[in-house]
């Protein structure tokens, strides 16, 4: 796996940007440009297991929430990849890997900070995609 980041600025509180991040709907939008059709299946609480999985295609992968601080900092550990909409472990090649979105805000322009652990034959799709999911952040985050 490769590290890979990701910086954007957004103009509005971070807990706008945070809302929109992880509320369903503006989730459902803006991962959708990454992988079409994702959702997330489960309660975003520290200690929880959660699945992103894509419903056109039913691949996703199950993590961990291993640290939530509400408004600032969130942090998965990816436990296994999934198929069948979650219902089947395949092959293990986002197993292991974290994914962290951290928000700092400063004068109400919110920094979004995205690092994250990419399968080494995916790093060239997520530079492309990754920049194009946060200019939609940003702009759903960014409406009145």
Do not use: C
């Not at 954007?8 to 503006?26: F, G, H, M, N, Y």
């Not at 690092?115 to 999911?133: C, G, S, Y």
């Amino acid at each position: 796996m490769k590290r890979i980041q990701f910086l954007v600025e957004i103009s509005a509180p971070r807990e706008k940007v945070w809302a929109t991040l992880w509320e369903d709907d503006t989730f459902r939008d803006w991962s959708s440009i990454i992988d079409e059709g994702t959702y997330m299946d489960g309660a975003l609480e520290e200690g929880n297991e959660i699945q992103f999985i894509s419903s056109v295609n039913g691949y996703g992968v199950r993590s961990l929430v291993e640290k939530l601080d509400p408004n600032a900092f969130m942090r998965f550990r990816h436990r296994a990849d999934t198929k069948e909409s979650g219902e089947q472990e395949r092959e293990k090649e986002w197993s292991g890997g974290t994914e962290s979105y951290a928000l700092s805000e400063k004068n109400g322009i919110t920094i979004l900070d995205i690092n994250m652990d990419v399968p080494l034959e995916q790093v060239e799709t997520f530079e492309v995609r990754i920049p194009k999911a946060l200019a939609r952040i940003k702009l759903l985050a960014e409406k009145p």
